[in-house]
């Protein structure tokens, strides 16, 4: 490759753009683990296993939650426990069945992917998704995932910046949509 063509491949490389259009402003940063928060009232033990909470008779749109497990050292945690719940449409989390919980492993790349739909905002909070994360024979993570401008973002004393899923655009409560999430845990 002459030197000439070298330069003009790397300045075309240093005019790409760093991060995508939906990346969330602050990017994963191996090193840092993902932040723990409470669990709420409203957890449940023996979920099924399952990796989809997608329930047929809802009018909420469907919502499709991916990312990895990681390390700390960036490297993919397989066979991580991911274990899900959170509100439906109406903000009411079911306290008598299992609507909307469930449970997964991540693959040998630390791979999930969460088929779900939009849950609602529970009063006084953020619309939130909660999440249990467990590298095998490692302590459990307990945090949640928050949307992306969502105005109950600002009266959340909860709600942090640094768990906010990515996503594409502002979400639309009638269209599908997608988020991403890394998680970097202890191994």
């Not at 306290?95 to 969460?114: K, V, W």
């Not at 609602?120 to 945090?143: F, N, S, W």
Request: hydrophobic content about 40%; proline content about 7%.
């Amino acid at each position: 490759m002459t030197s000439l063509v070298r330069r003009r491949l790397l300045a075309a490389a240093a005019a790409l753009p760093v991060m995508p259009a939906f990346a969330q402003s602050r990017p994963l940063t191996c090193g840092e683990l993902t932040a723990a928060q409470t669990e709420g009232p409203f957890f449940k033990t023996r979920t099924p296993l399952r990796a989809s909470l997608a329930e047929a008779g809802s009018k909420a749109p469907r919502l499709v939650v991916s990312g990895q497990v990681l390390s700390a050292q960036c490297r993919p945690v397989a066979n991580a426990l991911l274990d899900f719940w959170h509100a439906d449409e109406d903000g009411e989390y079911d306290n008598s069945g299992f609507r909307y919980r469930g449970h997964q492993f991540a693959d040998a790349e630390g791979r999930y992917r969460l088929v779900t739909n939009f849950p609602a905002e529970y009063p006084g909070r953020a619309r939130h998704i909660h999440v249990k994360v467990q590298a095998p024979g490692k302590r459990v993570l307990t945090t949640q995932l928050y949307f992306r401008d969502e105005p109950g973002n600002r009266r959340d004393g909860l709600y942090r910046p640094d768990l906010e899923m990515r996503m594409p655009a502002r979400i639309d409560e009638k269209r599908a949509s997608e988020g991403f999430f890394d998680f970097v845990v202890e191994v």
